[in-house]
């Protein structure tokens, strides 16, 4: 069984001026490439070269865990033509990074259905992860076909059939949890979404639960370093309670300055 990470509910978190896990939905291609009287593809392209960026500075300001959002299960919706050019970028990229993310000491997870992807796709997640097992740097994950409510549904339906006998008042976030996606990973400190819509969109509606929430009208291809660190530096002037009073913060940070 995985590690398993405290809850946001169920105790306080360490907090540090730098997150130590960052979750993005990388939005806005689409219309990067339209204001340029591009094809809606050719953003995608250009959204994967802000990603190396990010992956890159995450990695040398010391995140721990940087999770994107590249696919959700609800993008099959999008037109065929699109979801087409979306899974043969996804196969060249992750063919493409994976020695590149091993050389700089950078581990690859997948979550989400992958079972919905051809062979191809699942073997070279397989192998990239495989490849990155062993690297410490930064965990880097990728969701695709992944949705928050598939999460839940999936962790509850692997609980159970791990406790076949399992009644309705043992059922507790500390039995849950470890069947989760994320279970490897402690909760986002983090939330960013580019493109300038300001809602979650399915991702990660567990873990997020006392994650900070940042929105920027950036497109994601023009998310950079200095985007990044303007929202780091939102993110350090927040005052994270979970749930207690800024008097009592103040009453702490007296207590350990002592």
């Not at 291609?29 to 992956?55: C, D, F, Q, T, Y």
């Not at 949705?147 to 006998?165: K, Y």
């Not at 497109?219 to 979970?242: G, M, N, T, V, Y």
Request: glycine share 6%; net charge neutral; charged share 25%.
């Amino acid at each position: 069984m995985t590690q398993q990470h405290i809850s946001s509910t169920q105790a306080i978190p360490e907090v540090s001026a730098v997150p130590r896990h960052v979750a993005i939905i990388m939005d806005g291609n689409g219309r990067w490439a339209s204001k340029r009287m591009m094809p809606r593809v050719a953003g995608h392209s250009e959204g994967l070269s802000a990603v190396r960026r990010i992956v890159q500075e995450c990695r040398r300001i010391g995140v721990e865990y940087l999770t994107v959002f590249a696919f959700s299960s609800e993008n099959w919706r999008r037109p065929p033509e699109e979801v087409g050019f979306l899974m043969k970028l996804f196969l060249k990229s992750l063919k493409g990074e994976v020695s590149r993310l091993a050389d700089n000491d950078i581990s690859l997870r997948l979550i989400g259905d992958l079972s919905r992807f051809d062979k191809a796709i699942q073997e070279m997640v397989d192998f990239s992860e495989k490849k990155t097992a062993g690297c410490k740097a930064l965990t880097f994950t990728i969701a695709a076909n992944y949705g928050g409510r598939w999460d839940v549904l999936q962790a509850m339906r692997q609980c159970l059939a791990a406790n076949p006998n399992l009644k309705p008042e043992d059922i507790s976030e500390d039995l849950l949890q470890p069947y989760l996606s994320m279970a490897y990973a402690p909760e986002p400190d983090l939330f960013i979404r580019t493109g300038g819509e300001q809602r979650i969109s399915n991702f990660l509606l567990w873990q997020l639960a006392y994650t900070e929430l940042y929105f920027t009208d950036v497109l994601w291809p023009d998310f950079d370093e200095a985007q990044l660190h303007k929202a780091i530096d939102w993110f350090s002037q927040r005052e994270r309670r979970f749930g207690r009073t800024s008097a009592q913060l103040a009453s702490q940070a007296m207590s350990d300055a002592v």
